[in-house]
């Protein structure tokens, strides 16, 4: 049994944690244990990420740390998962020669047998195939018994072909989960006691349903009962089957989510009034160049609906800056953007080629990494200034906070989130995780409210 021991180490987005849950609960299945400690573990996985160069850097750095791991253990397996095994493939082999398993996110089903071949017969293997089905539906993913919250997958994959984004090439082109699938998890968890799910997709609001298989091979089916589930009727199924659960979802892309999701937000009491919305740059020029679709008017006119249905409503992005061909202009434009959002918070980084992608394979990295930290470091001080106007709105104002745990500043707080995403530090009293309380918000910082249990 002790051949069974397994760690997982994930790096990357809300989807890689759901992904790893996920291999636990496959591996748990087969009779495999999971330890928490490394040196405890014969079998060690690395569920990876590739979206930026940082990120790939961090794992091969950390891969060459625990390399001397099978010094002491001759029968250690080490796994990479994720993202980069489908970038890296052969080259994980070559490159880093402890490696065993190298599995790509549609392939995680095979890693039992996988593990045992490799225990009885040695060797090494690569799967990194993509299914035309979203592979995990029958699936409920193994989480933490501590967590109240939930992360719920109802889609996989990107069709958008972003020049800079290498989603596509590691995860696939976009695939729906059956919407029943969805909903038993749904309540499965709240019998289980969690009290907030996260429904997650690269581009939730793609999700469309007719009864599975590709997106883009829709029209060439006939469906016999007309049955369709898109993303608005799959928000408010939800709402519907847990009312008393809190419902997020994570990520939309601005040309794609639709007036029919904001206005189901606007109906539904136990949907959080917070959209994350990338806009990745202010310039036209940028946007076109990235492929993303959309204008910066119509970017600027989507952010007004948002505010015109829900007035309350938080806003979060992601800006790249640094962009192939961006001028001190381009720059501008987005800060003139983020001016005008005036966003609650945002993930802002400095652009990064992606093996792969289009801009990789077509456009010239063209601005110097002086320009790219410094653009970078006046997006984030504005971003400053904005996160504080925002959370500053709400001084003096009593929000309904879920408590998510103990603050780590000191053991006599707790902190918890309101609907719109922000962290709010508050006094314990007689109250424990999971409760959803009433808070009155007396101070904050550019990151944090304040505040008292009302």
Known sequence: MEKKKYYIENYGCQMNISDSEIVCSILDNEGFIQTDLIQNANIILINTCSIREKSEKKILLRINQIKYLKNYKKNLIIGILGCMAEIFKKKFFKINKIVNLIL?????RELPFLIKKILNQNGKYI?????????????????????????????????????????????????????????????????????????????????????GGLKK????????????INFPKLLELVAKTVPFMR?????????????????????????????????????????????????????????NQIYKILPNCSISCDIITGFCNESEKDHNETLNLMNYVKYNFSYMFIYSPRKLTYAFKKFNDNVSLTIKKRRLTEIINLQRKHSYYRLKKSIGKIQEILIEGISKKSINYFYGRNSGNDIVIFNKKNYKIGNLIKVKINNCTSATLIGEIF
Not at 104 to 108: A, F
Not at 217 to 228: E, Q
Not at 253 to 274: F, G, R, S
């Open 104 to 108: 790509g996110p549609d392939s995680y």
């Open 127 to 211: 799967n990194t195939y993509f299914s035309n089905n979203e592979t995990y539906s029958d699936i409920i993913p193994k989480r933490k018994k501590e967590k109240i919250t939930a992360f719920v997958t109802i889609m996989r994959g990107c069709d958008n072909m972003c020049t800079f984004c290498v989603v596509p090439f590691t995860r696939g082109r976009e695939k729906s989960r059956d919407p029943i699938s969805i909903l038993k998890e749904c309540e499965f968890l709240f019998q289980k006691g969690f009290k907030e799910i996260i429904l997650l997709g690269q581009n939730v609001d793609s999700y469309f349903w007719y009864g």
């Open 217 to 228: 091979n829709f029209n060439k089916f006939s469906l016999k009962n007309n049955t369709i």
């Open 247 to 303: 419902i997020r979802f994570w990520t939309s892309n601005p040309n794609q989510i639709t007036l029919n999701v904001l206005n189901v937000m606007k109906k539904y009491k136990n949907i959080c009034k917070h959209i994350h919305l990338p806009v990745q740059s202010g310039s036209n020029k940028i946007l076109s160049l990235m492929n993303r679709k959309y204008s910066r008017e119509e970017y600027i006119l989507l952010i």
